[in-house]
């Protein structure tokens, strides 16, 4: 998208917003959390649309990609997570399916409870409820959920979160199950009970045990990488059939028991994901909202340019949810090579970088923020930080004199984006150029971006994702992103900077063993501050997700949890006879 399309696109949304407007990446990584800073311009922020749904039919779901991963051990993205956990699978804990501050409270799933701790805070037992089964009738035992635990380890099952491996004590060179070795960490003394022991005391334990990882996996069903096709289902819904980058149909699992379950409330027969549609394609037959249609939600955010056809028209308006992400956007610079290997020429583009333009090239300022540092408003007393008081358009005299004094006044750089997101690219090609630098853009299908920037041997100079609290903590954030030694050959997660400071990592270390909150709190903003001025990658922006839904369409909500996405749990229709399939 060219800067006169921008500018273009700006002008209309400012006049749509002005004209009725009270309301209102392909990719964003993990998930969290509380909602980020208000924004007036938000549409059905915090509310609920259609009212109550009615069971059956057949909800579809349109994309523009296929699932990075399905597979519990590997399924770390956005809106991943939500769709595998409220649909295919439980853990043993999970957050409430209501939307706003309520959706972030924590409540059993497979467990009875939230977990007892003990030993200080080092070991965490929980108790299995009853009549858990599978989608053939068979047990959910406490040995599974250990046994997806381990798979979490496997060097070939690469993508998904790391907590176990952090926390978790004596794993250190463990290869997961696949070779018959278990971990004396995780004990199951019988069917329905599971006793992790931990390095160290991790009071927030409850919330981790919400992640894919602790969902069960049952060993007689291992297939490896083969696994991430046909997860075995211990949720409401079950595999019919899945045709990779094509459509993915889910059918109810005869098995799943809603007396064991407070959360999914299960309302369609029939799931139908429809992968591969161009983002403008799925935003119009939805605008349009006609026939099997109008039973239809948008699986990847609202394209920026479909703004015009939705926020001046109330009846479209009123089906477009755009919920704070509580995420931070980010140009991640690469520090193992150069030239983003000197300090000064990454510093240098936090001053570059036109922030202004990659918001307009994001739907403008009614769905996106400027972003000042890396921990995001909801980890940060309501506000982020902003250590280096740049201009939102950037500094480019100031740039220049930074890469004048490092003597690269003249550089060519790599930068990949998910596809989704090459308007924004362009948007900082554009404020580079200014400064001398010369980006080359390679735009990479969704499903297959992390795999290629998480590999180290086809990750670019830069590149542009999110990253979100898993749940609201700065344990969730800034040791994921910026701890060196969290950093992988092969699905390397987070860390795209490949930030290795050893002053880092020891105070992350340090915040990790206070025992109080509070005190942990505020340090992880002091070191917040304290990266931002060593410019491992540049805070771009904030973001709301935009998705827009049928006017047949009930229950649908953005969870506050999964960066505001759908809750698959909760959403239906109103009346199934409309729908098809």
């Known amino acids: 998208m060219t800067k006169r399309t921008q500018l273009a696109l700006a002008t209309t949304l400012v006049a749509a917003l002005a004209l009725g407007a009270s309301g209102c990446s392909d990719t964003t990584k993990k998930g969290t959390g509380a909602a980020g800073a208000s924004n007036p311009a938000a549409a059905n922020d915090g509310k609920i649309l259609g009212g109550t749904p009615v069971k059956g039919g057949t909800l579809t779901v349109l994309s523009n990609q296929d699932f990075s991963h399905l597979d519990p051990?590997?399924?770390?993205?956005?809106?991943?997570?939500?769709?595998?956990?409220?649909?295919?699978?439980?853990?043993?804990?999970?957050?409430?399916?209501?939307?706003?501050?309520?959706?972030?409270?924590?409540?059993?799933?497979?467990?009875?409870?939230?977990?007892?701790?003990?030993?200080?805070?080092?070991?965490?037992?929980?108790?299995?409820?009853?009549?858990?089964?599978?989608?053939?009738?068979?047990?959910?035992?406490a040995?599974?959920?250990?046994?997806?635990?381990?798979?979490?380890?496997?060097?070939?099952?690469?993508?998904?979160?790391?907590?176990?491996?952090?926390?978790?004590?004596?794993?250190?060179?463990?290869?997961?199950?696949?070779?018959?070795?278990?971990?004396?960490?995780?004990?199951?003394?019988?069917?329905r009970t599971i006793v992790f022991e931990l390095k160290r005391p991790v009071a927030e334990f409850s919330a981790t045990a919400t992640l894919p990882t602790f969902a069960p996996v049952p060993q007689s069903q291992e297939k490896g990488t083969q696994y991430d096709a046909r997860p075995f289902s211990s949720g409401p819904y079950k595999i019919e059939t899945y045709d990779r980058d094509k459509q993915l149909v889910l059918v109810r699992n005869e098995h799943w028991d809603p007396k064991t379950d407070a959360v999914r409330k299960a309302y369609p027969d029939k799931f139908v994901v429809v992968m591969g549609l161009k983002g403008g394609q799925i935003d119009d037959r939805i605008i349009a909202g006609e026939g099997a249609d109008a039973s239809t939600v948008q699986y990847a955010d609202m394209r920026p340019e479909s703004a015009p056809?939705?926020?001046?028209?109330?009846?479209?308006?009123?089906?477009?949810?755009?919920?704070?992400?509580?995420?931070?956007e980010m140009l991640h610079l690469n520090n193992s090579r150069a030239p983003f290997d000197d300090p000064k020429v990454r510093e240098a583009m936090q001053y570059a970088v036109d922030k202004e333009a990659v918001i307009t090239a994001g739907g403008g300022p009614a769905l996106n923020e400027v972003a000042t540092a890396y921990l995001p408003p909801a980890l940060s007393g309501g506000k982020q930080a902003d250590t280096l008081k740049i201009a939102p358009s950037g500094d480019a005299a100031k740039a220049k004199?930074?890469?004048?004094?490092?003597?690269?006044?003249?550089?060519?750089?790599?930068?990949?984006?998910s596809t989704g997101d090459k308007g924004k690219a362009e948007a900082i090609q554009q404020g580079l150029s200014r400064v001398g630098v010369e980006v080359v853009i390679d735009t990479v299908d969704p499903g297959a971006y992390y795999d290629v920037i998480g590999d180290l041997s086809t990750t670019p100079d830069m590149t542009l994702t999110g990253w979100c609290p898993d749940y609201p903590s700065g344990s969730t954030w800034l040791p994921f992103v910026f701890d060196g030694r969290t950093i992988k050959d092969k699905g390397n997660q987070g860390n795209y900077s490949q930030f290795r400071d050893d002053v880092t990592m020891k105070r992350i270390d340090e915040i990790n063993a206070m025992a109080d909150a509070k005190q942990a709190n505020q340090a992880w903003m002091d070191l917040d501050v304290e990266i931002m001025k060593k410019s491992p990658a540049v805070p771009v922006l904030l973001e709301r997700k935009p998705l827009l839904v049928g006017p047949n369409i009930a229950g649908a909500f953005g969870h506050p949890v999964w960066t505001g996405t759908i809750d698959y749990g909760t959403v239906g229709l109103k009346d199934p006879s409309k729908s098809q399939g």
Not at 402 to 410: F, Q, R, Y
């Open 309 to 328: 056809k939705v926020l001046p028209k109330a009846d479209v308006k009123a089906r477009l949810l755009a919920e704070s992400q509580g995420c931070t």
């Open 401 to 417: 004199e930074l890469l004048k004094a490092a003597g690269k006044e003249k550089l060519k750089v790599s930068l990949a984006v």
């Open 143 to 191: 040995q599974d959920v250990k046994y997806n635990v381990e798979r979490s380890f496997a060097p070939d099952l690469t993508g998904g979160p790391d907590y176990a491996a952090q926390y978790l004590a004596g794993t250190e060179g463990y290869k997961g199950p696949l070779q018959g070795k278990h971990l004396d960490s995780v004990k199951t003394p019988d069917d």
């Open 73 to 141: 051990a590997r399924n770390w993205t956005m809106p991943t997570m939500d769709f595998g956990t409220r649909l295919l699978y439980r853990t043993l804990v999970t957050f409430k399916a209501e939307p706003g501050k309520a959706g972030s409270e924590l409540v059993p799933d497979l467990a009875t409870d939230l977990g007892t701790p003990s030993n200080g805070g080092r070991t965490w037992t929980f108790t299995l409820k009853e009549g858990l089964k599978y989608e053939d009738g068979s047990p959910i035992k």
